[in-house]
């Protein structure tokens, strides 16, 4: 099937990478001329695990093509995908500018039987709206589908090849099944293939994602609350992660979700809920939650030093919001950088793949090569992602690096009594702190 992907974000590479890789022929577009130009060049614009090599392969072998000629790739295409960015605009809603300048580009080229699916994360009404743009603008009734994505960030090409479910919204039986014969190479341990009206689709992720970031800033709450109660937030998880009503999944305390999709996703949902006269209580208990959450971390740091942190030199290990991506977006160690700084404290940061973006937002900020070395005369160490590569280091090196032996784990890490045995003062989230060092 030939393709046609517009925008090479995120959401569009990955789609269109996975789909090449199964045998269709995909031209992915872009307005970024000097992106597009690096993708030639087999340069990724993006850190995602095995990306890189599924793009060179698939480019090599003729599949994979990049252009920013919207106009020759839409008219040879049987399916356009769109993938544009819908941030969030300053009432919290989706701004969906780029997704109507692209409908508008592409009208003039898209094949009579051709359909065009969203594959952005859109609000409800979008695909009606597109609907309508394109009778418009073509003069016929165009098929418009919905595609909804359900991607993890450091999992996504996993995800895509082996999709829990796949989600369409049709206005009729046809487009269904195209849909359906695209995907079916990716469905082939019966996973379902759920059809229903683009409206439903189009809520699905926006549900989805509601639901996981409940679940985050829930038992970030709870967890909170445990250390005031002298409990132990990983045996309450566990206590109630083997009721098959609950799970475990999202259940891990920390400092606060991130990225591009939770945030975006809860405040363009609770814009929905507030346009029809809804009251969306529970979504901004969720973002409320959340957001005051990353800065408990920052909370623990002046408590400990007395409300003076001039002077202090702060490690922070995990920079992007989550491990296995280099995205930063509403990234929590942000949050944290900042509060230091204005305490008066000094950050040197490490992070495997995020350093570079948080270089372009921030000032003042060392950065070190080697989370090791990053604690060569630090006051303290902040943990804020859970990378890997944090979970077993050399303790009694780190031990003669720093400073000040107190560890501020946001990911909790690490088990409280071996960092006492080890001399270190260790605050985690939803547990007590400990104290080994001497006195």
Known sequence: ????????????????????????????????????????????????????????????????????????????????????????????????????????????????????VTKSTVPVGTNAKIFGMLKELTGRDCHVASNPEFLKEGAAIDDFMKPDRVVVG??????????????????????????????????????????????????????????????????VRRGIGHDSRIG???????????????????????????????????????????????????????????????????????????????DIREAPALVLIRQLQEAGATVVAHDPEAMENVAAETEGVEFSESATKALKGADALCICTDWKAYHQPDFAEIYQLMAGHVVFDGRNLYDPARMKARGYCYHSIGRVAVDGRKA
């Not at 992915?28 to 087999?42: N, R, T, W």
């Not at 960015?85 to 080229?109: E, F, I, N, R, Y």
């Not at 099944?177 to 190479?185: E, G, I």
């Not at 059809?195 to 679940?215: C, F, G, R």
């Open 170 to 235: 049709v206005r009729c039986a046809e487009v269904s099944d195209k849909l359906q014969q695209l995907y079916a190479p990716f469905l082939r341990t019966e996973k379902p293939f759920l059809s229903m009206s683009p409206e439903s689709a189009e809520m699905t992720k926006y549900v989805a994602n509601a639901l996981l970031a409940t679940k985050i800033s829930f038992i970030n709450e709870m967890a909170n609350l445990c250390e005031k109660m002298g409990g132990d937030i990983n045996d």
């Open 248 to 326: 475990f999944a999202f259940l891990f305390p920390g400092v606060g979700y991130g990225g591009s999709c939770f945030p975006k996703d809860v405040r363009a949902l609770t814009a929905m809920t507030e346009d029809k006269g809804n009251v969306p209580e529970m979504l901004r208990a969720v973002d409320n939650v959340n957001e005051r959450q990353k800065t408990v971390l920052f909370e623990k740091v002046k408590t400990h030093f007395d409300g003076d942190l001039s002077g202090k030199r702060i490690a922070i290990w995990g920079l992007a919001f989550k491990p296995e991506t280099d």
């Open 1 to 116: 099937m030939k393709i046609a992907v517009i925008g090479t974000g995120y959401v569009g590479l990955v789609t269109g990478t996975c789909f090449a890789n199964s045998g269709n022929d995909v031209t992915c577009i872009d307005i970024d001329e000097k992106k597009i130009a690096g993708l030639k060049s087999g340069v990724i614009p993006i850190y995602e695990p095995g990306l890189k090599e599924l793009v060179l392969r698939n480019a090599e072998e003729g599949r994979l093509h990049f252009t920013t000629d919207t106009a020759s790739a839409v008219k040879t295409a049987e399916m356009i995908y769109l993938a544009v960015g819908t941030p969030q605009g300053d009432d919290g809603s989706a701004d969906l500018s780029a997704m109507w300048a692209v409908t508008k580009a592409l009208a003039p080229h898209l094949q009579e039987d051709a359909i065009v």
